[in-house]
């Protein structure tokens, strides 16, 4: 007999519908995948758009505020659309207002001034994403997803020799936030306050420069761009304080060069590291003050940066008409004891008759031969500046030995090397010592000072203020 077949129990009749399900399913949870990556980065892409339409419009601005900051036009308006996002001219008080602060150096006399401005800002705010106009620039912040860049440079302006400041202030308390379009209207009257020179605010505030550095503080949430705008100018470095949010971009000015009257003070800038011979001339003619002659029984010329001291000494050789000169170097960073001496087996001649005698001291003679020569004292290993160039020792990596033939080198090249170690930090100031019974008539004699100075340099300053009034238009 044959069994019959139970249709309820075979698996042919539905196969072809559990696979159209399990396409089903499968297309299903796809399109779920690409909708959960590919709709967040599509909205993202969209609020990229909708900022870069913001940047635009600030760029715009940028341009016309600088019609009314130099006086073109007394007032220009822009066309902003806010796109969900909030404007705000200086909403956020005094306190995140920013602030350009110049500070004026002379460390010869250790004393300083400065002088500061608020900038304000025109800023556009949507979720964590900040674009601003800022100190004549436009800044753009991209929050979680970044630092700070620039979209447009400030007026800062800096060609090696003239630092040129204008700096833009927003002055206004106003608000904006929705969808539409508002207009920003801003308007001067066109007379920027002086700041730099002005001797009426300060003697010290005039051109050429003559102090020793100006240093630019820029307090700002955009701080970051701002240093890293000031990396790309020539001559110019930045380094940055995060915990205060500050840029700090740093100039060193340039002592005068040239021939002139002698002083018991005489300054020198930073050289020129990459110049294996960047000092030029450094001679001095000097001229007897009394009857006595040229006579000095301890005559110094000495220098100090940080934790180095160089010292020049010039002495009357006994019963001769000559001067020895002694060359001694220490660096206290490397230890107390590390003192390198230098001893002349040349000397310098002295013409004439007392009051009438005079003598040529070249510091860059190159026929001038000195002896290393380490006083009983030093109990340190000898030669320790002259190796490889770093924050303690410079070029050329030799080592001196008891033999004398070892330990002779002409005076040009001991100059050129302690200077270039005296200079790696900061200018420096030679002060001419000689004695209560000091022979140097200062009037007649002479030093000419000349040598390839480092980049970073002002040699004027111009800082002006110019108020801009910004008020947001419904």
């Not at 100190?135 to 630092?163: A, D, I, Q």
């Not at 306050?193 to 240093?215: C, E, F, G, T, W």
Request: proline fraction near 4%; include cysteine.
């Amino acid at each position: 007999m044959k069994s019959e077949k139970n249709l309820s129990q075979s698996c042919k009749a539905v196969s072809s519908v559990v696979g159209a399900l399990i396409m089903f399913s499968l297309t299903i949870i796809c399109i779920s995948v690409m909708l959960l990556y590919s709709v967040p980065v599509i909205f993202e892409m969209q609020e990229d758009a909708k900022a870069q339409k913001i940047e635009q419009a600030f760029t715009i601005l940028d341009s016309r505020i600088s019609k009314v900051a130099l006086g073109e036009s007394p007032v220009q308006t822009t066309t902003i659309t806010l796109m969900g996002g909030t404007i705000d001219v200086n909403s956020q008080g005094e306190a995140d207002r920013g602030k350009m602060t110049i500070q004026i150096i002379n460390q010869t006399d250790n004393t300083n001034e400065e002088f500061n401005c608020s900038l304000g800002t025109i800023e556009y705010v949507k979720d964590d994403r900040k674009i601003a106009y800022e100190g004549g620039g436009v800044w753009s912040n991209y929050g979680s997803r970044g630092g700070s860049v620039m979209l447009s440079p400030p007026e800062f302006h800096y060609n090696g020799v003239t630092l040129t400041l204008p700096i833009m202030t927003i002055n206004g308390n106003s608000s904006s936030s929705g969808e539409g379009d508002f207009e920003i209207a801003v308007t001067s009257d066109n007379k920027p306050q002086i700041l730099y020179p002005n001797v009426s605010a300060s003697a010290q505030r005039k051109n050429p420069v003559l102090h020793d550095k100006v240093i630019v503080y820029i307090e700002s949430q955009y701080y970051d761009a701002w240093a890293n705008y000031a990396e790309t100018m020539i001559y110019t470095s930045a380094t940055t304080d995060d915990e205060n949010e500050t840029a700090i971009i740093e100039f060193h000015t340039v002592p005068p060069m040239g021939t002139f009257s002698l002083s018991n003070k005489i300054k020198m800038g930073q050289v020129n590291e990459s110049n294996l011979d960047p000092v030029y001339d450094f001679n001095f003619h000097y001229e007897a003050a009394q009857s006595q002659g040229l006579n000095p029984k301890k005559y110094e010329m000495k220098a100090i940066s940080g934790t180095k001291t160089l010292i020049y000494t010039l002495q009357k050789k006994g019963g001769a008409d000559q001067l020895e000169l002694h060359v001694t170097y220490m660096d206290t960073s490397v230890g107390s004891d590390y003192i390198e001496h230098w001893e002349g087996i040349d000397t310098f001649s002295i013409d004439g008759a007392q009051e009438d005698e005079s003598s040529n001291v070249d510091l860059l003679d190159e026929y001038f031969i000195m002896e290393y020569s380490p006083t009983s004292q030093d109990c340190a290993e000898t030669d320790f500046s002259w190796g490889p160039s770093n924050a303690t020792s410079e070029l050329p990596d030799v080592e001196f030995n008891a033999d004398p033939a070892y330990n002779q080198y002409p005076l040009y090249d001991i100059t050129q090397h302690y200077i270039k170690l005296m200079t790696k930090e900061d200018p420096i100031e030679f002060i001419l010592d000689g004695g209560s019974q000091d022979p140097m008539d200062y009037s007649n004699s002479k030093v000419t000072l000349n040598y390839d100075s480092m980049g970073n340099l002002i040699t004027y300053l111009h800082v002006t203020q110019n108020e801009l009034n910004v008020q947001i238009v419904n």
